[in-house]
Every structure is written in C-alpha cells, then in structure tokens.
C-alpha cells in the first residue's frame, strides 16, 4: 500500500508535500521494523538513520535539499508524539468519511491524505535535552515536538474566551490537553451567559445530564 503515491492535497500552497512527506513515512516504517519502533526524542542518530533511509528509496529525487531534509528529520524527531490538535483535525476527517461510507452520497477520500503544520516548528531540531521526555508529563508529546522553553510558555499563557458551545468545549479540550494557561503564571477565563439545554448535549460534549439548566461556562471550565 505504502507504493502508491498520494495524489490529494491538503494544502494548495503545498504541492510537494504529500510525495515527500509519503517518503518520509516509508522510511519510518522500514526504520521502525528494523529497529524495533521510532526514534525515540533526542535522538539524533536515529533521526539521521530515517533521512538515510529516505535517500536510498528516494528514487524520483524528492529530496532536493535542506528543505526536504528538514521536514524529513523533524517527521522522525516527532514520530512517537501524539499532539492533541493533530488528533482533533484528523478525527473529524474520520468522521466525515463515515458518514459518507453510512450514506453512500459522497466520494470518499482515495489512498493517502497526510496534513502537516511545518511552520509551527522551529527552524531547526532542537538539543536532545530539551526535547527528552520526563516518563511523567502528559505533555512529553508536545515536548518532543517544540521543546520544554516552548511549553512553559504555552502553560503560562492568559487567555480569554468568549462563548462555551460547541466551539468553546472544542477549544478548551484542546486547551486543557495542551496545558493552555495551565502553569503557575497562566489562567484560562470563560464567559458564556448561557445556560445548559438538553439539545447541547448531542454536539457539546464536556456536558451531562446532571448538568442541565447550569451555566455553560463554569460547567465547561470545571470538566476540562
């Protein structure tokens, strides 16, 4: 399956980047079976080993240049985190085709579909001691994708959201499972004078039964 090359973008501003990032996934999977699993964070030797690998399938030459080596070796650094965001976009891509497979109305998606955020990431990989996870932190993930100063800054974030609904929980989940304001310097302030219906519940999931008639935003704030 891994031979077919992805024809689907994801980005118009991105036309080479399902053919090298399919690249860069091929070489983590022959990595990964060679050597038992990702590269663990920090690790830069085996981030060089998966950009080694890259090259010696790359037979149409994708990788070009320091560009294409760059989003190849943070692909390898970052290949055992899971990033909240990340999995919120991708499950609501999930979701859409079910429901295409359930009503049968709509083409679903063919072959690969990869989505990426490269310019979220530094210029360059990070030293290994900023990136080592803790084994203790559910933010090692995050860690091991921009780094230890980059998540004290997030954790000491004051931020200010307006509304509680179906956008609001999404955004404090993303939030609470990113550390959002969650540091001794950060807060997180909600507002939302609405109330709790019994409609809400199908589509704005930090609420419950017993929570019907309270107010969205203390209720909101208090699950995440």
């Not at 399919?22 to 050597?35: C, R, S, V």
Request: negative net charge; contains cysteine.
């Amino acid at each position: 399956a891994l031979g077919k090359t992805p024809e689907m973008l994801s980005d118009f501003a991105k036309f080479d980047r399902p053919a090298l990032l399919h690249l860069g996934y091929k070489a983590l999977a022959q990595y990964a079976e060679e050597n038992d699993g990702y590269p663990t964070p920090g690790d830069l030797a085996a981030v060089q080993a998966v950009l080694d690998v890259a090259k010696s399938i790359d037979s149409d030459k994708i990788i070009a240049s320091p560009k294409e080596e760059r989003i190849v070796k943070f692909l390898a650094a970052g290949a055992k985190s899971v990033l909240s965001p990340m999995c919120a976009a991708l499950g609501g891509i999930v979701g859409q085709e079910v429901l295409k497979a359930c009503s049968g109305k709509f083409s679903p998606i063919s072959g690969f579909f990869y989505i990426d955020a490269d310019e979220c990431l530094p210029d360059d990989l990070l030293a290994s001691d900023e990136v080592a996870p803790t084994n203790t932190s559910r933010y090692d993930s995050q860690v091991a994708v921009f780094g230890k100063e980059m998540q004290q800054k997030i954790l000491d974030l004051r931020y200010f959201i307006i509304g509680a609904g179906a956008i609001g929980c999404e955004m404090l989940k993303n939030w609470s499972l990113m550390g959002v304001g969650c540091g001794q310097n950060g807060h997180v302030y909600v507002t939302d004078m609405d109330r709790i219906e019994k409609s809400n519940l199908s589509r704005q999931f930090l609420f419950r039964n017993t929570d019907i008639n309270e107010f969205k935003s203390s209720t909101a704030a208090k699950a995440a």
